[in-house]
């Protein structure tokens, strides 16, 4: 008995890509914005979280992408625990395990589309020359990788932004309304592509999202309320 | 609504502190070192007209012997045969501890000077003083404090308007101090005449008439200086506006979205323009006050090794303190004013004409930049070219002055795309994603930061260029002390008997006694001073001769030949082979010419015996003695005893080298600490930059943080990236500085002191001024890298957050 439970403890630990426990987060000189949320999401799993604005959302994502530390519980993220990380450490488990794709886009201005898309990958050793063609044509920026940031489009440049983040092969992909800045048809046709590619990768997905029509289209979808999850 | 607007404007500065004092610390640096240079200048130039003015009727003609003073028996029958005439005696001698010039007139006939209008209106006595036998002297308050407790002296009176180390006393009073009995100098020839004079080319053929030199040559051999000053002036001010272009420009790129709103609200563009004009001039108001208060306590500390500088290379005097001249304080601010509409005209024009669409990104601007690039090249290119045709066409300090400004202004708008250049190539050179963005990024930065590295390697430049020059002239000038100053002792006796006793006393003391001495000629109109050798191997050996005959010993030995120094060679165009004459009937061939570092005037040599045929009373004062180093103490010692001499009568030679070498270090003083100044402002300029930077760098850093480096790296990084730029920019400024010392070496010392210097490299120096840049790089950049470092990691996410 006590064998088979160890097992499938270790299972199911190995199973949750990440594992959110009670975390509390205040920002200095505010009022708290996450008391005690606790969130699981499994490998290759998607999740969406919704909430209304300022409900947390964004800091509930970068507090699992290791981007910012937290008061109190724990995050294990691919089997890592966060709370015992320093600045190093949690710099290379951003770059190792988890990516991110936010509403600004946010991709290097100074680097061409096509340096820009395999800059994550190369910085975390992961390239892998064959996937990134697969993902440039799939994405259809093949024509476009000689050019700057500024110079595409939003949705172009959302859709460069997704590459970059899937070109390293992340176990864990973070999203915060990665549709935000773009019209309804842009907005659909980059939901398609990064749903397809994250399941093509086997890669988990947890995005934050406003709308109800692209969280229904996730496996499993979760609120954030009052610092908690409903 | 103006007050509501103006208080819209005037919170960016409340929010923004740090950004305003950079501002008004920009414009006070740029203020501060071109005001202390003009109040140098100023100075300078009152002290030159106040001595030109007391040399006396600066515009009446004179009357000279060629050869030497005239007699006293001459000046009394010129005034017999009519002619109004003013005699003078003038000299160097020592008071106490004080060299000093002695200028010895008659007060009865001599027009009217302001020392003896300032002195006879304070009291009826001076007149009759001067004249009785205790006489008076008159002097500046300075010399007068130095004189007054030396004993035997006649009773001294301060004047304001007597020139530094000048002192003014009747002619007879003179003519003891000066121990020249019976001696005139030169007769000033008075304006009004008598009808019907017998004219002078009669009476005395043999008198020269010429017209007044006072003031003329101080003037001509300064305003090189001068120039010199200025145009380091006018480099700090440049590279102080650079800071002050930058600040102005972020603060106007930060209010864009308050001057949409302020428009948008109906604020008329004409309105918010003169609003902001109205700003920017209150601005430039503060920086510019600032600014004068730390030009004048520049000045103040610049002043007396400027004034060392101008005694000791020119004999200009200029006294050693400051006063505030009301011209000075409209002078700066004026200059502050237009500084800061120059550097913020370009932010101010954008302003007003912004699309009311968002700001282009990063990209755009750098590639508008590389647009511009291009044209800036070629620009850059033909200002060069231009200063090269300037130098070609127009000759001279002018021309050499339009080398240096086409060379500087040229190699800055070279930079960015030479550095655009050097940064693309290291890009293709680099392996990996954080090279490659490294590269990439600095590159994207260089429009910001690009005015900041001009302003660096102007001044690195500078500081190589004037660094070079001023080391070469010392290493020249010391090898040249050693050639020149070649006896062991110099002496100088009370008067021409003593001398003579003192010469037979040392001949069967000593290796040699070598006679030092010279009268003062005419050539073309210049002074110069011949001397006369006697033949001996220590001139033969030892003289730095630039240029000779083949049998240039034995023809001057002869008095048949004549060295002349370089300065007069230069100016007079002599050279070996030409003749020249130094009297009426006295013309010689030049058999040599022989570098003078140092002297302001013609200087020649000749055979002792042909000076004594063509020159009366040639003083026997002064010796150089050769005697083993070893017995030099002693020998001094038995002189001071048997003879009576003051010390400052016998000077060894270690003691004239090291006197004449710290002469020369206090000359360059000035020099080198604006130098350091304008280096200094320059690191300041790469903070400002950089700080004016920091908001629109945290959006292009957030995303590189977010995909995994630590702010540790990142701070490091941008650390490395400031010490890439000012690598690129020091090596760049290492050739522009070459030639930079170059011209001033070939063109501009030729034409401003009249000797060309051999140029000489200093590699150390290159060492120690690049560390200093990379210091000034490397601080200028920790300030913001440190910032980065703490950044707490919740300020980085900002630039990730949905609504911005
Ligand atoms: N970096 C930060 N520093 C300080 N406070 C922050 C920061 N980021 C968010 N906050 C505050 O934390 C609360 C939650 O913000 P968060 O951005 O997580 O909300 P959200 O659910 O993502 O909202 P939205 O849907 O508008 O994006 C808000 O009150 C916000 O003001
Ligand atoms: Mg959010």
Known sequence: MAGLEMGANLVAQEAAMLQIEDVSKTYPGARPVLQGVSLHLDAGETLALTGESGSGKSTLLHLAGALDGFDSGEITLAGTRLSGLDDSGRAALRRGCVALVFQQFNLIPSLTVAQNLSFHARLAGRQDPAWIRDLTDRLGLGELGARYPEQ??????????????????????????????????????????????????????FLVTHSERIAARLDRRAHLSGGRIA | ?????????????????????????????????????????????????????????????????????????????????????????????????????????????????????????????????????????????????????????????????????????????????????????????????????????????????????????????????????????????????????????????????????????????????????????????????????LGYLVAAALLPDVAATLRGLYGAPVAGGLSLRPSWIVGGLAMALIGTLAASAQALWRMLRMPLLAAPGLQAWAQRAAQGDRRMALAGLGLIAAGIAALALIKGLIGGFALIAGLMLGAALLLPPVLAALLGLGRHLTRGPLGEWLWADTRAQLPGIGLALMALLLALAA??????????????????????????????????????????????????????????????????????????????????????????????????????????????????????????????????????????????????????????????????????????PDLIEALRAKFDLPASALIDQAGLKSRSLAVFDKTFVVTGALNLLTLGVAGFAILTSLLTLWSLRLPQLAPVWALGLTRGRLARLEL?????????????????????????????????????????????????????????????????????????????????????
Do not use: C
């Open chain 2, 463 to 632: 500081n190589i260029g004037v660094g070079t020059m001023v080391s070469s002239f010392r290493l020249t000038f010391t090898g040249w002390l050693d050639q020149r100053l070649v006896s062991e002792l110099y002496l100088t006796a009370r008067d021409d008997a003593q001398g003579a006793e003192i010469a037979r006393w040392l001949a069967p003391r000593s290796d040699a006694v070598l006679p030092i001495r010279a009268a003062e000629f005419t050539v073309q109109g210049n002074p110069v001073t011949v001397y006369g050798v006697v033949d001996h191997p220590t001139y033969r050996d030892n003289w730095p001769l630039l240029d000779r005959t083949p049998d240039a010993w034995a023809q001057v030995n002869a008095g048949q030949g004549v060295f002349i120094n370089e300065q007069l060679a230069r100016r007079a165009d002599l050279w070996p082979g030409d003749v020249v004459q130094l009297a009426p009937g006295w013309v010689l061939p030049v058999a040599g010419v022989y570098s003078d570092y140092g002297n302001p005037t013609g200087q020649a040599i000749t055979a002792l015996p042909a000076l004594l045929t063509h020159a009366r009373a040639v003083p026997n004062r002064r010796f150089g003695v050769r005697i083993v180093p070893e017995a030099v």
């Open chain 2, 1 to 293: 609504m103006i007050g509501a607007a103006l208080q819209a404007l005037a919170s960016h500065w409340r929010r923004h502190p740090l950004q305003l004092g950079t501002l008004l610390a920009g414009l006070a640096l740029a203020t501060a070192l071109w005001s202390a240079v003009q109040a140098i200048n100023a100075e300078a130039r009152a002290s030159y007209a106040r001595a030109a003015s007391q040399i006396g009727g600066a515009t009446l003609d004179v009357l000279e012997a060629p050869g030497g003073p005239m007699s006293r028996a001459r000046y009394v029958a010129l005034r017999r045969a009519g002619w109004q005439l003013s005699p003078v005696l003038e000299g160097r001698t020592r008071l106490g501890e004080e060299q000093v010039t002695l200028l010895g007139l008659d007060p009865l006939t001599h027009p009217p000077l302001p020392a003896f209008e300032a002195a006879m209106q304070a009291d009826q006595a001076t007149l009759a003083q001067m004249l009785t036998q205790g006489g008076l002297l008159l002097a500046s308050p300075e010399l007068v404090s130095a004189l007054k407790d030396v004993p035997g002296l006649p009773p001294l009176r301060a004047s304001d308007s007597v020139p530094p180390g000048m002192v003014i006393t009747d002619i007879g009073l003179a003519e003891r101090l000066l121990a020249r009995p019976d001696q005139i100098d030169r007769l000033l020839i008075l304006p009004q005449q008598p009808m019907q004079l017998t004219p002078l080319d009669q009476l005395a053929p043999d008198l020269q008439r010429r017209a007044s030199r006072a003031g003329a040559d101080t003037a001509r051999l300064t305003d090189s200086f001068h120039l010199n000053l200025t145009a380091f002036g006018l480099l700090s001010f440049a590279v102080g506006l650079f800071i002050v272009h930058g600040t102005v420009g972020l603060a106007f790129e930060q209010r864009r979205a308050m001057v949409r709103t302020l428009r948008a609200l109906g604020l008329p563009v004409w309105l918010l323009a003169a609003l902001m004009l109205a700003e920017l001039l209150a601005l430039a108001l503060v920086g510019g006050l600032l600014g004068l208060g």
């Open chain 2, 720 to 804: 490395a990236r400031s010490l890439l730029l000012a690598t690129f920019t020091a090596l760049l400024a290492l050739p522009l500085g070459l030639a930079l010392a170059w011209v001033l070496l070939a063109v501009i010392n030729v034409q401003a002191f009249g000797w060309r210097l051999p140029m000489y490299l200093f590699p150390l120096d290159w060492l120690r001024l690049f560390l200093l840049a990379l210091l000034a790089a490397g601080l200028a950049a920790a300030l913001p890298a440190r910032r980065l470092y703490r950044l707490p990691p919740s300020e980085l996410l900002k630039v990730f957050a949905n609504a911005r």
């Open chain 1, 152 to 205: 595409l489009s939003g949705g172009q440049q959302q859709r460069v932004a997704i590459g970059r983040a899937l070109a390293a092969r992340p176990a864990l992909l973070l999203a915060d309304e990665p549709t935000g800045n773009l019209d309804e048809t842009a907005s659909d046709a980059v939901m398609d592509l990064m749903l397809e590619l994250v399941r093509v990768s086997g890669t988990a997905l």
